[in-house]
């Protein structure tokens, strides 16, 4: 398919472990974001990824949180020392500007720390 | 601080009936604002989207309109239909849409069409 991909669907963790979750965007997108979804909330934003340029990290939740993008395609967001509050759904998304309105998501991965 | 707020967590409304979804917001630099719809276990999908320009957008079945005044949207399903059960989430941005600031979601309305 064309969509946006996303790996694992589902991740069950040990509080403690390191996570790394990735993102297939569509071909030719260059934006590319990373939400999280918690139970019970909205989608919550967490960096975005223009190209190969550097992402402004500020939205991450805390420093034991990361994100790369490789040859300004295929994007992982680590975790490192996951705690109980990281279970949720993490989504990426992806769009090609200037039209960067409407993003396309993938199914996510479900995060569960243990 | 919620930005976007959808106050109705869940929404019943019979097939064949208007669906209509609430929105407000309370950052007034927003100046785009997108429907999206999300099944179990998928990613949301873009329903429909409003500039700050317009009080009005139609798509088919779908009718988004911006009260820019009262900060407030509403999406209008008209008539509703059984594939329409989702739960629908509004989401706004002050970069025409998303950029560097990506997009700010509410926490989503779960729509139930009864037969």
């Known amino acids: 398919g064309a969509g946006v991909s996303q790996s694992p669907s589902n991740k069950v963790t040990e509080k403690g472990k390191d996570v790394e979750l990735r993102c297939d965007p569509i071909s030719g997108h260059t934006a590319l974001y990373w939400y999280r979804q918690s139970l019970g909330q909205g989608l919550e934003f967490l960096i975005y990824?223009?190209?190969?340029?550097?992402?402004?990290k500020s939205g991450l939740p805390s420093d034991r949180f990361s994100a790369e993008r490789t040859g300004g395609s295929v994007s992982t967001l680590t975790i490192q020392r996951t705690q109980q509050e990281d279970s949720a759904v993490y989504l990426c998304?992806?769009?090609?500007?200037?039209?960067?309105?409407?993003?396309?998501f993938g199914p996510g991965t479900r995060l569960t720390v243990l | 601080d919620q930005q976007v707020k959808q106050n109705s967590p869940s929404l019943s409304v019979q097939e064949g009936r208007i669906s209509i979804l609430n929105c407000d917001y309370t950052n007034s630099m927003f100046d785009y604002f997108l429907w999206y719809k999300k099944y179990p276990a998928e990613g949301p999908t873009f329903l429909i989207s409003i500039s700050s320009i317009k009080d009005k957008n139609e798509d088919g079945r779908f009718t988004v309109f911006l009260n820019k005044s009262a900060k407030h949207l509403s999406l209008h399903i008209v008539p509703s239909q059984p594939g329409d059960s989702a739960v629908y989430f509004c989401?706004?941005?002050?970069?025409?849409?998303?950029?560097?600031?990506?997009?700010?979601f509410g926490k989503g309305t779960h729509l139930i069409i009864q037969p």
């Open positions: 990824f223009q190209g190969n340029s550097a992402p402004d």
């Open positions: 989401a706004a941005s002050g970069d025409s849409g998303g950029g560097a600031d990506g997009l700010t």
């Open positions: 998304a992806s769009t090609q500007p200037p039209r960067t309105d409407t993003q396309y």
